[in-house]
Structure formats: structure tokens, C-alpha cells
């Protein structure tokens, strides 16, 4: 009897066995990286909810983060505040194209279906209103909202994922054109679920708190976004009141035009 084709047919198993315990530990691994920074970056956002908060009295609760709540709770987009969610919108979309526009998940979605940031969206929209309790007030859990669509999901993995921290993009992306295109950082450290506001006041971005990322999306130009960033650091490294700090960061800003007045606060 030929036994070959069985000690084969045995090694093939074998190897299938292994590639799959490889795969699960890549996996775990992975998981467990990003549960890590992610635990991380909660743990600064939990700093920063206790430091920035005004001191007028106003109620309005900053953060550095871009409010995401209009997008899965529809109190937050009633009829009185369309115009103020139109541009969060618009906003969040710039935002996408200045993090991933060089990443070639997006360059190759882009080319084939150039509304998809609109078509993310609106899926993200319509399935939180549909499954509402899947977020739990938790902007991680964006990674469990279903879009539908296999190929939107993909990409919208990719932006929760990221590849690198925020302050590695730069100095990974320097090593080559390879690089640039894979590298990314996770679109969660740029969001968040906890703006509170006065229930009268409309979801502003804090303009002296806002990452140098969404001041590119919010003013369109990276000159800006490095003039309004080196001013902010200049006064905070000053003996100037809070107050004072503000009226002067307010002057730089009111040199520059910006279609999203309505939603900045300064």
C-alpha cells in the first residue's frame, strides 16, 4: 500500500492547523495593541474632561476632540440644527481626507466610488438610529455599527484601526512613498461622544483646544493650521490670564475666513 498521498494529505492538514493558529495569534495581538492604546487614550481624555473645562459658567464642556453624538443621536439633529450639523458634516468629511487622502485604501475607493465619505456617513447615521443601544454612549463602539456594504466596511475599519500612533504619522511617512501610504493614524483619537452643552447651545469646536489635524480640516490650509498651533503654544507657555490668552488667540483668528464660524467657538 502507498502510504505517501496519506503522509501528504497529513502535512497539509498539519500546516493548515498551523497558518490558522498564526493567524488567531496575529490577530490577539492586534486586539490587544489596540485595546491598550485605546485604554491609554482614555485615560488622557478622562485628564482632559477634568482640566478643560470653562470657567465662565457658561456650562459648555470642551474637548479636544470633534463632537461626534449629532451623528448617532437624533436629538442632536432636529430640524432647528440642520445647518449647524451640515457643517459638522462637512467638517468630519474634511477631516477624513486630510488623515487618509495619502493612504491607499483611500486613493483606490476614491477612484471608484468617489461619494463614499457621504455614503459612510449616511450608513452610520441610519444604523444608529436603527440600533442606537449598540453605541452605549461609547465612541469606541463605532466598530460594531454593520454599514452593509462590504467594501465601505473595509475602509471605515481601516480609519478605526489606524496603523500608528498620531505623533509616529509624520516620521513613519518620511521614509518613503511606501510609507506614506500606510501609514495612518486610528480615527477615534479624533472623536469624541462627550461634548456637553447647554441644551440651547449648538455642538461648537473649540478652536484653542482643537489637534492640528481638524484646524487643517476647519481653515483648509496647513499654513493656518501651524500659525493658529505656534500661537497657542506661545500663550500657553505666557504669564497671561485664561481671559487674555483667549482675546489674543481671537485676534490671530480673526484674520482668517472660515465657512464653519457658525460652529467654532473661540
Known amino acids: 500500500m502507498n502510504i505517501l498521498p496519506l503522509v501528504l494529505l497529513l502535512i497539509l492538514i498539519l500546516s493548515a492547523l498551523n497558518l490558522k493558529q498564526i493567524e488567531n495569534f ?42 461626534f453624538r449629532p451623528f448617532f443621536d437624533s436629538s442632536k439633529r432636529l ?27 483611500y486613493k483606490k475607493i476614491e477612484q471608484k466610488r468617489p461619494e463614499f465619505i457621504n455614503e459612510i456617513i ?30 465601505l466596511q473595509e475602509v471605515f475599519y481601516h480609519m478605526l484601526q489606524g496603523t500608528v500612533k498620531r505623533d509616529q ?21 479624533f472623536l469624541s461622544d462627550r ?17 492640528f489635524e481638524l484646524l487643517v480640516a476647519i481653515y483648509g490650509s496647513k499654513e493656518i493650521a501651524l500659525q493658529i498651533d505656534q500661537k497657542r503654544k506661545e500663550l500657553a507657555e505666557s504669564t497671561l490670564k485664561s481671559s487674555e490668552q483667549k482675546a489674543q ?3 490671530l483668528l480673526d484674520e482668517f475666513e472660515s465657512e464653519f464660524d457658525k460652529i467654532l467657538d473661540y
Do not use: C, W
Not at 130 to 143: A, D, P, V
Open 169 to 189: 504619522v509624520e516620521s513613519y511617512r518620511q521614509i518613503s512613498a511606501r510609507h506614506r501610504e500606510k501609514t495612518y493614524p486610528s480615527l477615534l483619537l
Open 195 to 211: 461634548a456637553l452643552v447647554q441644551a440651547n447651545k449648538p455642538e461648537l469646536i473649540p478652536v484653542d483646544l482643537a489637534p
Open 26 to 67: 496575529k490577530n490577539s495581538s492586534i486586539i490587544k495593541k489596540e485595546y491598550q492604546e485605546l485604554i491609554q487614550s482614555k485615560e488622557i481624555e478622562g485628564v482632559n474632561r477634568q482640566q478643560l473645562i470653562l470657567y465662565d459658567g457658561s456650562g459648555y464642556y470642551k474637548t479636544r476632540k470633534l463632537n
Open 79 to 105: 430640524p432647528d440644527r440642520k445647518e449647524e450639523f451640515e457643517l459638522l458634516k462637512t467638517v468630519f468629511k474634511n477631516l477624513i481626507k486630510v488623515l487618509y487622502q495619502e493612504a491607499e485604501f
Open 122 to 151: 449616511e450608513r452610520i447615521i441610519q444604523q444608529s438610529d436603527k440600533e442606537g443601544k449598540i453605541l452605549k454612549g461609547r465612541i469606541e463602539n463605532l466598530s460594531q455599527i454593520k454599514l452593509f456594504d462590504p467594501e
Open 249 to 251: 488667540l481671537k485676534v
